[in-house]
């Protein structure tokens, strides 16, 4: 049984079907009671928090593998990791994934990411098996471009041209799902402590990004660039404070290392990367 947090969001509702169609049993955790939906063969929804280790006893009863991921203000603040890593110790996990960030490795002392860091040295000391996924900036990210195209067929974006190898959470999703599964019978080594970079098969800024959803729309679509001031305020609206400037920093001025296409994902899953066309193409409708 894998217990999944975060079962709710960008990264966990894929991971959850595709771990289900692999025929794992699933417990997927989140901070709502969800109904309707223990139909889902292979999955049990449970009331769970992941900054609240107390709370995550009884979904983590029974598991031999834990995703962790951290949503909103939890990327800032919260309880200390270890007691989540010793809840999930004392209930029999073995192998744990993490999604952390890239920033974790290319910016090791940035205050935006200090919390990930915690979680990635707490999952380190575990001695449990381990995963730490350290993604670039999501492809879903543009998600944020959803209201103004719909509405306005305007993006409204900072550094414009910018190019980033933005990541399909699909992938992430993926390459999670490998790592949370038993090895096939038989099957030895490649358990241990991991960190694996994930991000998209080229760089893609901003403009170029928004060219392609005007493309996949059939429909012009302009391009606003915003001042970096402008996007802190926009940021800040539903990202903690802390990691605003972080990310800003990134996406503004990025370090060659961020620049650079990881090949983890093709490693892993033993296919290419998927590219922002292709999460535009499946994302479609949000911009319609
Ligand atoms: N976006 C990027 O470009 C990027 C890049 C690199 C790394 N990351 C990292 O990837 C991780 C995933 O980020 P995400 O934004 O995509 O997460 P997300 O999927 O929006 O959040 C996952 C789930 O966490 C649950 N949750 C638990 N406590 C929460 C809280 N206090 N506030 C909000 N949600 C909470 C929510 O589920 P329930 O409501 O059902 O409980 C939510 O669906 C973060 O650690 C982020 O730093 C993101």
């Known amino acids: 049984m894998i217990t999944v947090t975060g079962a709710t969001g960008t990264i966990g509702r894929t991971l959850v079907d595709l771990l289900t169609e692999a025929g794992e049993e ?87 990411h200090a919390r990930l860091r915690e979680f990635e040295a707490a ?7 381990s995963t730490i996924l350290r993604p670039g900036g999501f492809a879903s990210n543009a998600f944020a471009w959803a209201d103004t195209i719909r509405t306005k067929r305007t993006v409204f974006a900072p550094f414009a041209d910018v190019a980033l190898p933005v990541v399909d ?5 993926a ?12 099957g030895s080594g490649g358990r241990g402590s991991r960190v694996y970079e994930l991000t998209g098969p080229e760089p893609i800024s901003p403009r170029r990004q928004a060219a392609v959803i005007s493309a996949a729309l059939g429909e012009e ?7 970096r001031e402008e996007a802190h305020a926009a940021l800040a609206r ?21 620049s650079k296409v990881s090949t983890d ?4 899953l033993g296919r290419p990367a998927g590219g922002f066309a292709g999460w535009a193409g499946r994302n479609l409708a949000a911009f319609r």
Do not use: C, Y
């Not at 800032?76 to 004392?90: C, H, I, M, V, W």
């Not at 999952?123 to 098996?129: C, E, F, K, P, T």
């Not at 959470?169 to 999703?173: F, L, Q, V």
């Not at 390459?175 to 038989?186: D, M, Y």
């Open 26 to 112: 699933v417990v997927a955790v989140s901070r709502r009671p969800r109904q309707g939906s223990s139909a889902v063969p292979g999955v049990r929804w449970a009331e769970g928090h992941v900054g609240d280790a107390a709370s995550m006893r009884a979904p983590l009863t029974g598991a031999r593998a834990l995703f962790i991921v951290l949503g909103g203000e939890l990327n800032a603040f919260g309880e200390n990791p270890e007691l989540l890593l010793r809840a999930a110790s004392d209930a029999g996990v073995e192998r744990v994934v993490l999604v952390s960030s890239q920033v974790s490795g290319t910016r090791p002392e940035a205050p935006s």
């Open 123 to 129: 999952v380190r000391a575990s001695g449990l098996d």
């Open 169 to 173: 959470p699909a992938d992430i999703a």
């Open 175 to 186: 390459v999670a799902a490998k790592a949370l599964r038993p090895l096939p019978e038989g």
């Open 221 to 227: 679509v302009t391009f606003v660039e915003l001042s």
């Open 238 to 258: 539903f990202m903690p404070e802390e990691a605003v400037a972080g990310t800003l920093d990134v996406l503004g001025a990025p370090l060659p290392a961020e």
């Open 265 to 268: 994902v093709a490693t892993v």
